[in-house]
């Protein structure tokens, strides 16, 4: 007997731990990292009363049995994708067609990267009562679609499509900015992966893109041909001051060579090539070049 109430006893203990174990199993909950919690109160409390305000951090969380529930909601960082490839984001078509100023249609695939306040995850759960991805496909997606046909709105098709590409782009992640902040959302980065307009854009784009090349050509060619110009005017230039250079120092010599040119050194230079021989004819009443008068006596009697 002894045994069999021992055996019972040990039983009872045993069964007492694994109720206990239970119960403590059941009331400890685990919030993962990169996580926030949310208390969910089952038991009694009014719309938003059931939700406590404070988030639960990541970690282990001993809640109420049967009356408290813990939803996570993610705090890293999160991306929507809205593209029409099916490689991308979802397997349809999530871009979003939105009209420029002229109202033609501008199609566009976007994506967004953001946190949540972890302060405000308690409220986000209470206004939308969904899980994360819930919420990106409807209010997100939704929401980004109004800052694009607001900011849109303002440009031609032309200009979303080219230069003020960016410029919109700004625009929008700024509209997102304060819009989710409200909400505890907070945006990082708004990208507009992709901008769709009609062929007919696309095509007058591509004619003033060519028509500015052709004129850019054009311009290096006049550029060019100027260049060329005025290397042969400076080419011509050149030439004349070098030639002009020339002149002036042959007019020079000639000039320093007259003035040197007296009769006296002229008689000299051809008494150096006379051979002493006096012409045998004249004619025409010509008589030699040389004075005799300015031989000495002794030589004119030695020439008789």
Not at 112 to 134: C, E, G
Not at 248 to 277: I, R
Request: aromatic share 8%.
């Amino acid at each position: 007997m002894r045994k069999l109430g021992a055996l019972l006893t040990g039983l009872v203990v045993l069964a007492a731990l694994i109720i206990v174990g239970a119960v403590i199993s059941a009331k400890l909950e685990y919030v993962r990292p990169g996580f926030v919690g949310v208390s969910v109160r089952k038991c009694g409390g009014g719309p938003g009363g059931s939700v406590r305000q404070e988030p639960i951090l990541s970690g282990y969380y001993w809640r109420e049995l049967f009356c408290e529930e813990v939803v996570e909601y993610p705090v890293s960082l999160q991306t929507l994708v809205l593209t029409r490839s099916s490689r991308e984001g979802s397997a349809t078509d999530d871009s979003i067609t939105v009209t420029s100023s002229e109202g033609l249609p501008i199609n566009v695939d976007t994506s967004a990267s953001f946190t949540l306040d972890s302060a405000k995850v308690p409220a986000i759960y209470v206004k939308f009562r969904n899980d994360l991805d819930h919420i990106k496909q409807m209010f997100m997606r939704q929401t980004i679609r109004e800052g694009l046909q607001e900011v849109f709105a303002k440009y031609t098709a032309e200009q979303l499509y080219s230069t003020k590409r960016q410029e919109a782009r700004v625009e929008v992640q700024k509209f997102l900015t304060d819009r989710f902040g409200v909400e505890g959302f907070v945006v990082a980065q708004f990208t507009l992966n992709e901008t769709r307009v009609p062929d007919q854009v696309v095509s007058a784009i591509n004619g003033k893109v060519a028509m500015t090349q052709e004129a850019q050509k054009a311009e290096q060619q006049v550029r060019k041909t100027r260049a060329e110009a005025d290397q042969a005017v400076a080419r011509a230039e050149g030439e004349a001051r070098s030639k002009r250079a020339l002149a002036d120092a042959e007019a020079y010599y000639n000039s320093t060579v007259a003035k040197s040119l007296t009769s006296e050194f002229v008689q000299y230079k051809a008494l150096e090539k006379w051979n002493g021989e006096l012409p045998q004819i004249t004619g025409g009443g010509a008589t030699p070049f040389i004075n005799l008068q300015g031989l000495s006596p002794g030589k004119r009697g030695a020439e008789k």
